[in-house]
């Protein structure tokens, strides 16, 4: 039978191999090192748990919720960016609640795109960037994934040449693959740009509060003028461990909320309401739970640069997010899946294959920080293991 149209516009799902692969192993016994998929290990602190639970043996809060999420988490959330970021935002009209970030991405995409419409996308890149939009019947022009200059360049000439003009560019700062970060001189000069051509921008902000130097990542919407171009995705599964909760938020320029909140009032009656209610209490203790998150994120990141050196695979030291983006060594350069599934089944050991964010990202596999140390360190024998039998 013929595949669906939308289905095939979908290409084979990298990630999928692995994770096949991932399953023999583990029915078959075996004990594997999952640093692929970035799924937070850390338990959602209890006092959040426990306001869901307080919440939740109340009978009035067991019925539908509001698709745009309910107006005190839409009102914590603007606290947070005023907090956070010195921007000032309406919670009524320049505040949404989504399933996480990725549905909010993917029902955005939908609002805005017709078919053909042309969008610009860092790659590699967390798929849903790209994917988001082919799935609404729009086309992808790719973008260097580094904050530099080579972006706008990029970006000037497929408006040239595109036809249709692009409608909108995605960046993503901290970078899911490649932990890049992305500073305020940066943002300026993508809200120009967007002004100059009349594109929306897109930001997502996913990984803001997961950093390990001095300065915070910063937000576009601190860009005077942002809030006429973009509209910018943040979730709370990575800095309040609470993944499984699927809650994200979309905030900035009205009329792409708006859009935003008419297709998903078509679609969902929002998040069970003691889950907003604990994500009220999260958000409004963000300062303390995001400091002790990035403690055990940095002190993971230090054992996996250390005991993968030791092992014979030199990691760069990202400056932000949960993941390590590292080039994939001799002699499997130019196949981060063939790697990726060869470590699975000489080390035991889950890597996301960089060809699975793009085809920019061959030659490199993304790391994820899930793991505790003592796990860290004995993917990095296995790993060390493995590289000397190849070099043998």
């Known amino acids: 039978m013929e595949q669906f149209h939308a289905i095939r516009r979908l290409p084979p799902y990298v990630f999928a191999e692995v994770n096949r692969q991932k399953a023999e192993a583990r029915a078959a016994g075996r004990d594997v090192i999952d640093l692929g998929m970035g799924n937070p290990d850390l338990p959602t602190p209890d006092f959040i748990v426990e306001k869901l639970a307080d919440v939740a043996r109340d009978p009035k809060t067991h019925r539908y919720s509001a698709s745009k999420g309910i107006a005190g988490l839409r009102k914590a959330q603007a606290r947070y960016y005023q907090r956070r970021f010195d921007v000032s935002l309406d919670p009524e009209t320049e505040v949404i609640v989504t399933l996480g970030s990725k549905e909010g991405f993917a029902n ?157 009032s078509y679609l969902d009656y929002g998040a069970f309401t003691p889950i907003q209610v604990a994500a009220v209490a999260a958000l409004d203790n963000s300062e303390a739970v995001a400091a002790e998150v990035r403690e055990v994120y940095a002190k993971r990141l230090d054992v996996l640069v250390e005991s993968f050196a030791n092992a014979g695979w030199s990691i760069p030291r990202p400056a932000a997010s949960m993941f390590a983006w590292a080039p994939v060594p001799e002699p499997f350069v130019e196949d981060s899946l063939g790697f990726a599934k060869h470590l699975l089944a000489e080390a035991d050991v889950a890597l996301a294959p960089g060809v699975g964010f793009g085809e920019r990202g061959e030659g490199f596999v993304r790391i994820a920080l899930v793991e505790n140390e003592q796990r860290i360190r004995q993917a990095a024998k296995g790993i060390g293991r493995s590289l000397r039998r190849n070099a043998a």
Do not use: Q
Not at 122 to 139: D, L, Q, R, T, V
Not at 158 to 186: H, W
């Open 108 to 264: 955005l995409a939908s609002a805005i795109t017709a078919p053909g419409d042309i969008i610009l996308a860092p790659n590699p890149s967390y798929p849903i960037h790209a994917f988001g939009f082919i799935m609404a019947g729009g086309s992808m022009r790719a973008l260097p994934s580094a904050p530099t200059e080579a972006v706008f360049k990029e970006a000037e000439k497929a408006i040239r040449y595109s036809v249709p003009k692009p409608i909108a560019m995605v960046i993503n700062y901290p970078s899911n693959p490649t932990a890049e970060v992305a500073g305020l001189d940066f943002y300026k000069e993508a809200v120009a740009f967007a002004k100059k051509h009349e594109i929306i921008l897109i930001s997502d902000l996913a990984y803001a509060e997961i950093y390990f130097g001095d300065t915070p990542p910063p937000s576009v919407l601190e860009v005077p003028g942002a809030m006429d171009v973009a509209i910018e995705f943040t979730s709370m599964s990575k800095t309040f461990s609470m993944p499984g909760w699927r809650i994200g938020f979309a905030v900035g320029n009205p009329r792409l909320v708006a859009a935003l909140a008419r297709v998903k």
